[in-house]
C-alpha cells in the first residue's frame, strides 16, 4: 500500500513538472512592463510607445525557428516605428551561419548591411546596466532611420533589442528604456 502511494506521488510530481516547464516566450504585460519569468527580467517601455501583437508582424521567411523567440514589441502609435524583442539561442548552427557565439558576434552579422539600405553606423558601445546586466549596442541609420540594435545576454540565450525611431530623440527614449531593463523574480 505505501509502494502503491509513493509510486503514486512520484509520478504526479513528474507530471507536474512537465505541466509547469517553461519556455522563452513565457512573458506577459504588468502593468507598464513586460516581465518575463524564463529569463527573469523585465523591460519597460518608454510612454510614446504602445504594446503591439507580436503575431501581427512579418517575420522573416526562416523564422521563428526553434532557436529563434519573438517576445515582445511596442510601436509609436500608427507609425511603424519601434521596439521589437527577441531571443537567440546560442550556438545554433542555421543554414546561413554556424551559430550565434556571443553579443559581439550577433551585432558582427547586424552590422553586414545590404547596399539598399544606405547604413551609416553612428556608435558602438558596450556597458553593464545599473542591475548588472552587460549591453552591446550598435546605434545606426537605415535610409535615414534613427536604429539600434541591444544585446544582452541571458544564459544560453541572447535578448536582442531592435529599435528604430522617427526621430533620434525618440530612439533615445527607446534606448535608454531598453538599458533600463531589470532583472526580476
Same mark, same amino acid.
Given at each position: 500500500?505505501?509502494?502503491?502511494?509513493?509510486? =503514486?506521488?512520484?509520478?504526479?510530481? $513528474?507530471?507536474?513538472?512537465?505541466?509547469?516547464?517553461?519556455?522563452?516566450?513565457?512573458?506577459?504585460?504588468?502593468?507598464?512592463?513586460?516581465?518575463n519569468s524564463y529569463f527573469h527580467v +523585465?523591460?519597460?517601455?518608454?510612454?510614446?510607445? !504602445?504594446?503591439?501583437?507580436?503575431?501581427?508582424?512579418?517575420?522573416?521567411?526562416? +523564422?521563428?525557428?526553434?532557436?529563434?523567440?519573438?517576445?515582445?514589441?511596442?510601436?509609436?502609435?500608427?507609425?511603424?516605428? #519601434?521596439?521589437?524583442?527577441?531571443?537567440?539561442?546560442?550556438?545554433?548552427?542555421?543554414?546561413?551561419?554556424? #551559430?550565434?557565439?556571443?553579443?559581439?558576434?550577433?551585432?558582427?552579422?547586424?552590422?553586414?548591411?545590404?547596399?539598399? !539600405?544606405?547604413? =551609416?553606423? !553612428?556608435?558602438?558601445?558596450?556597458?553593464?546596466?545599473?542591475?548588472?546586466?552587460?549591453?552591446?549596442?550598435?546605434?545606426?541609420?537605415?535610409?535615414?532611420?534613427?536604429?539600434?540594435?541591444?544585446?544582452?545576454? $541571458?544564459?544560453?540565450?541572447?535578448?536582442?533589442?531592435?529599435?528604430?525611431?522617427?526621430?533620434?530623440?525618440?530612439?533615445?527614449?527607446?534606448?535608454?528604456? =531598453?538599458?533600463?531593463?531589470?532583472?526580476?523574480?
Amino acid at each position: 500500500m505505501i509502494r502503491s502511494v509513493l509510486l =503514486v506521488l512520484l509520478f504526479s510530481s $513528474a507530471a507536474s513538472s512537465t505541466i509547469s516547464a517553461q519556455s522563452p516566450t513565457d512573458g506577459r504585460i504588468e502593468g507598464g512592463a513586460y516581465v518575463n519569468s524564463y529569463f527573469h527580467v +523585465a523591460y519597460a517601455w518608454p510612454k510614446i510607445l !504602445q504594446p503591439y501583437d507580436t503575431t501581427a508582424l512579418r517575420f522573416a521567411q526562416h +523564422a521563428p525557428n526553434s532557436y529563434e523567440f519573438l517576445l515582445f514589441s511596442a510601436r509609436e502609435g500608427a507609425q511603424p516605428h #519601434g521596439v521589437v524583442m527577441i531571443a537567440e539561442k546560442l550556438n545554433v548552427p542555421t543554414p546561413h551561419t554556424s #551559430g550565434i557565439k556571443d553579443a559581439r558576434d550577433f551585432l558582427s552579422k547586424v552590422e553586414k548591411f545590404r547596399p539598399e !539600405q544606405h547604413a =551609416v553606423i !553612428q556608435s558602438k558601445k558596450h556597458f553593464t546596466n545599473g542591475d548588472g546586466l552587460v549591453f552591446d549596442e550598435l546605434d545606426y541609420t537605415d535610409n535615414g532611420i534613427p536604429s539600434s540594435a541591444m544585446v544582452t545576454q $541571458a544564459g544560453q540565450f541572447l535578448i536582442v533589442f531592435k529599435c528604430d525611431a522617427g526621430s533620434a530623440t525618440d530612439l533615445a527614449l527607446m534606448t535608454n528604456s =531598453v538599458a533600463a531593463m531589470r532583472r526580476s523574480k
